[in-house]
């Protein structure tokens, strides 16, 4: 299964799309990709399918799939649930930290971060594959 979650500052949906992935058939090989796996809209507080994404021929129908999920996972809504908090503060983080540097960086005094340098947001990435696109040069 991969989960998809919305990350959008101040949006506060309570849902996420569920795709089911087979990774492995029934002798327990390793299977082909899935070029659009069944998928669909889940609300985890109102414990509700919604819209079907995707739900390919040849594939179980995606209640029996939605089903199975939550045999196997009982505390399937409170998990989504707090990943969906977990992500969402994640994404947060960044964008503040990213903020900060583009803040840093339009400050006429500070200093100027070269491009193969490490990122001054403290991601341990090179400044040009991290922040370099949102800076504004100093006037």
Known sequence: M?????????????????????????????????????????????????????????????????AALKIEHPLLDKQLQLRHLLIGSLYLRRE??????????SRTNARKVGRNEPCPCGSGRKFK???LGLTKPAV
């Open 2 to 66: 991969d989960e998809q979650y919305c990350v959008q500052t101040g949006c506060n949906c309570k849902e996420v799309v569920l795709s089911f992935l087979k990774l492995y058939d029934a002798s327990g090989a390793k299977t082909a990709a899935i070029e659009h796996p069944p998928s669909l809209r889940y609300k985890y507080e109102s414990h509700k399918a919604g819209e079907s994404l995707s739900s390919p021929v040849g594939h179980p129908p995606l209640e029996e799939l939605l």
């Open 129 to 131: 594959h991290c922040c």
């Open 96 to 105: 503040t930290e990213r903020s900060r540097v583009v803040l840093a960086a």
